[in-house]
């Protein structure tokens, strides 16, 4: 039973956001989006009963007309690029640590009880022995990882100076609809496919990720919600499953019907972790969450959502 509690969801016209929003208000939340479209698309959200605000989280008195109303907050809104972190720091700076600043304060503010926010395992505690878990030290190494170490520092300090429950959702990297406009490896890996380019690689292949398909996330979100959970929180929501990049090509490859696909591999890049996988376990205990999706239902049905949805049916 949710009383039509009413949910700011900040980012929500994005990626992970058009599969939460649809959840939410499908278990009867009443929800409001804030986005700027930068990276995120209103037709993500066409048929569905949420209301939408075109606003930036920078802007103090648009999130302070979203946030009003609302009795909890999921900030999805953020830079989420590595790679652009490291060519425009500043930029990444203004977006995922003021940004998250004025969304905890505008919570605070308003007098909003509750704020789960999305953090990433992987870039903020950097080169790390796998599998890493919330006790693990974070190091970042490019700054989206240390944007987002910043944000959950944030949270702490408001949890214990002002009584506000958050909750940071460490992200493990999330797949999945709705994700055209990410520039993440597999859906580079599908354009080239789909192109009849080789699949790039940086490096040798060997450096792996922790793949979640969005529907767990949404699902780890929604519970982050529900149950009550001390503030400042921080929790991991992942597979558990080591995927190296090579192996993620050859998945995908497989997923479009063409094993053996051809790959041109390139030098690695600066700022990127080498290998990464999480433990779920505290989620698990906390929230009573376990991933749904394997790694190879999720990347098959995602493959045949970008041919649908993003090739046109080719």
Known sequence: MTDER????????????ATLVRRLTGSGYRVRVLDNYSTGDPA?????????????????LALASAVGG???????????????????????????????????????????????LASTGGALIGDAEPPVDEQSLPKPIS???????????????FAHAYGLRTVAVRFANVYGPWSERKRGAMNLFFQAIHAGQPIVIYGDGSASR????????ANVLQ????????????????????????????LCSQAAGLPGYPVERL?????????????????SKLLGYTPTVTREQGISSTWQWYREHVFNGS
């Open 6 to 17: 009413g949910v700011l969801v900040t980012g929500g016209a994005g990626f992970v956001g």
């Open 44 to 60: 993500h959200l066409a048929g569905v009963d949420a209301e939408l605000i075109e606003g930036d989280i920078r802007d103090e």
């Open 70 to 116: 609302m009795q909890a907050v999921v900030h999805l809104a953020a830079a989420g690029s590595v790679i652009g972190s490291i060519q425009d720091p500043a930029a990444n700076f203004e977006v995922n640590v003021l940004g998250t600043f004025r969304v905890l304060d505008a919570a605070r503010t308003a007098g909003v009880q509750q704020v789960v």
């Open 143 to 157: 700054p989206y990882g240390a944007s987002k170490l910043a944000g959950e520092g944030y949270a702490h300090a």
């Open 210 to 217: 922790d793949y979640i398909h969005v529907d767990d996330i």
């Open 223 to 250: 519970l982050a919600l529900e149950r009550e959970l001390p503030g400042g929180t921080v929790l991991h929501a992942a597979s558990g499953v080591e995927t190296t990049v090579a192996e993620l090509a050859e």
């Open 267 to 283: 030098p690695a890049r600066q700022g990127e972790v080498g290998r990464n996988f999480a433990s779920y376990d505290l989620a």
